[in-house]
């Protein structure tokens, strides 16, 4: 949430080995207050046996989030949010 209104910027995350899984609103495009290294195994650019460096793109807020079951992640729904990420190497 730190970056909000900073769209377009993009920034690197580590994530560590052996990871948990944290809080995740959204699919493809995600709450700014979800974890990014949790978001990054929904969207299948990492695992948390692994781990790895993620970048994510700061994104404007969204009008609803939806929410789905991906790579052993489940994210839920939100509704109005004030900003938002993405990953731009996703596939």
Do not use: M
Request: net charge negative; hydrophobic share 25%.
């Amino acid at each position: 949430s730190q970056f909000q209104g900073d769209d377009g910027k993009t920034i690197a995350y580590e994530c560590s080995e052996d990871g948990t899984i944290g809080s995740v609103w959204g699919t493809g495009t995600y709450t700014d207050d979800s974890s990014v290294c949790s978001a990054a195994v929904h969207a299948g650019i990492i695992d948390t046996e692994d781990g790895g460096r993620v970048v994510i793109e700061i994104a404007p807020g969204e009008d609803e989030y939806e929410g789905s079951e991906a790579n052993g992640v489940t994210s839920l729904e939100y509704g109005s949010w004030p900003g938002s990420f993405t990953f731009p190497d996703a596939d």
